[in-house]
């Protein structure tokens, strides 16, 4: 709960005496055309900052155009593409990009998190034609898994079905990741065990020292193991570029998944070691925030967040 206080620069004032004040201020602030700056983007270890809608190129830290940055991906095997699950304009520019890609070769391919390998025949369906919106919301039973509002997403699959564009299922059954993070993997049935990759890397320094800062700043209770919540997390991203290097024919794969796993450390370097392939990840980054550009080779600046008013 966050207490508004009415102050003045010499504390607390009665309500009455401080309107008068505040009314003028505002009204010199407007007959002045002075505004509140707009927020943008830090990089870090940097005092240059981005404003919306800029594409940042890791390759020299500075800004690029459109036009640059897709002939650029159009170079790559690969491209990740991450979000904030709930920003819809961040669902709006994995689109564009689907899009334009499609456009210049329309041999491509779509992973993505949201689905596990299990419900891949239904995926299938979806881009034959042959379900329609509800049928698939519940064959996938999205708000079981997924739970995100459908909407943010439904251009997306609406355009992968339009131009039957394969849709790969990526992630591991959505239960598993919890349970290794509370039991480790000895919890899980034998079942359970058979949807695990094959191979597991947790040597990557890099990735363990960000997903403990995750791990510190989102404690759950009953997941207080870092090597547990670590492991969960290894296995996430692992079984993603497993499934995406297994479902790699001669085509281009666009990945789509949370910010996370498209850094580096995430999925891309994971599948890299498996194929060898070129690939372009994509951070999407709202202004106002801090982004680490060592992680990706482009950094987009998107909208601020809209911060929700406490009730």
Known sequence: MINQ???????????????????????????????????????KDSVIKFSEGTIISARNRSPVSYDEFVADLKEARFVYIGEIHTVKSHHDIQLKIIKELFSYNPN????????????QQVLDQWTEGSLDRKTFINKTHW?????YDFDLY????????????????????????????????????????????ENIDTSNTTH????????????????????????????????MAETAFLN?????????????????????ERVFARNNLPFRNVFLAPAGSTADISYVDYIWVTAPLEKRIPR
């Open 5 to 43: 206080y009415e102050f003045s620069v010499g504390g607390l004032v009665p309500k009455n005496r401080i309107i008068a004040p505040l009314i003028s201020i505002c009204l010199a602030l407007i007959m002045c055309g002075c505004a509140l700056s707009p927020k943008k983007l830090m990089i």
């Open 108 to 119: 491509i391919a779509v992973g993505m998190e949201m689905f596990d390998r299990t419900y």
């Open 248 to 268: 790699m024919k001669n085509d281009v794969m666009i990945i789509l998944a949370g910010n996370g796993h498209i850094f580096r450390f995430g999925i891309p």
């Open 154 to 197: 439904s251009d997306i699959l609406e355009f992968l079905k339009e131009k039957k564009v394969r849709t790969v299922g990526l992630n591991v059954p959505f239960h598993i990741p919890p349970k290794i993070a509370t039991g480790g993997i000895e919890s899980l049935s034998g079942d359970e065990k058979k949807y695990l990759p």
């Open 143 to 147: 708000y079981a898994n997924w739970k």
């Open 208 to 239: 363990k020292g960000y997903v403990e800062e995750v791990f510190k700043m989102h404690r759950i209770k009953g997941r207080d193991n870092f090597d547990n919540f670590y492991m969960a997390q290894s296995i996430w991203d692992e079984t």
